[in-house]
């Protein structure tokens, strides 16, 4: 009876007992809440609060003595309620925390589990001299770069973003890396890789949600490096021999 009263009727008694500052007779109850009151032998529900907001409420029923509620009693009611007031506002507080742990551990291995998703180990190509990092600004976030080398004298650099921060961009970063990985796999050159890589990754994104990526693909044995963008920002070529840098910009979005 007394789960039956906490899942039907809680939410008709909150909201008397906060239209009331103070203790709810039975008698007095809206109809439909009276009779779950009086299913329980309810007489009076007394509020408890914490810094004015309501966190719990006493349940009282019949006295012993079978007389009437008097001005003594819900003296005796409030000290009670002052009492009880704090502990439920620290168990409150304790499951927010706890909650809060739970989460802040599980962001840690998501953040684990997105680090060891990017590349561990720096390739050795020959006349390249390759480094790469990422720090996300969160526990995980949608920064997202690659190294991909499945063919002989071929080599491909990838760098993206993913839109937003935190676990949405996250999941995005690791699908779009796995349909990058999937798809260079079939020896797709650079135009043809990103219009493959878009129509795959967009068809479940949500609208607010976008990528931009580009693409370094290297010809080791010819020395030539193509560039793929999609939307991403500029290259930035630095030539040693002549100190010059030149912003590097395909064409098209």
């Not at 914490?50 to 349940?59: E, K, Y």
């Not at 720096?122 to 976030?141: F, M, N």
Request: aromatic residues 8%.
């Amino acid at each position: 009876a007394w789960d039956a009263f906490c899942a039907a009727s809680t939410p008709d008694l909150l909201d008397e007992l906060r239209a009331t500052r103070r203790s709810l007779r039975t008698e007095y109850a809206s109809p439909r809440l009276r009779r779950a009151l009086e299913g329980l032998q309810i007489e009076v529900v007394y509020p408890i609060r914490a810094n004015d907001a309501l966190v719990g409420a006493l349940l009282v029923g019949e006295k012993r003595s079978e007389s009437a509620f008097h001005a003594s009693d819900f003296e005796f009611l409030a000290a009670i309620g002052q009492q009880v007031a704090p502990a439920v506002e620290n168990a409150f507080l304790y499951e927010d925390l706890r909650g809060q742990e739970r989460l802040r551990h599980e962001l840690q291995i998501a953040r684990q589990i997105q680090m060891q998703s990017l590349p561990q180990e720096i390739p050795h190509i020959t006349g390249l001299d390759i480094a790469g990092s990422s720090v996300p600004a969160l526990e995980v976030g949608g920064d997202y770069f690659d190294y991909l080398n499945g063919r002989p004298d071929h080599f491909t650099v990838m760098v993206g973003d993913v839109s937003g921060k935190g676990t949405s961009a996250a999941l995005y970063m690791s699908k779009l890396q796995g349909i990058v990985r999937s798809l260079h796999g079939f020896g797709l050159g650079p135009t043809e890789l990103f219009v493959r890589t878009n129509l795959l990754l967009g068809r479940d994104m949500e609208r607010r949600s976008f990528v931009t990526a580009i693409g370094g693909f290297f010809e080791t044995r010819r020395c030539e490096l193509v560039i793929a963008r999609a939307g991403h920002l500029p290259l930035f070529h630095y030539a040693q021999a002549t100190g010059r840098i030149e912003r590097i910009l395909p064409r098209g979005l």
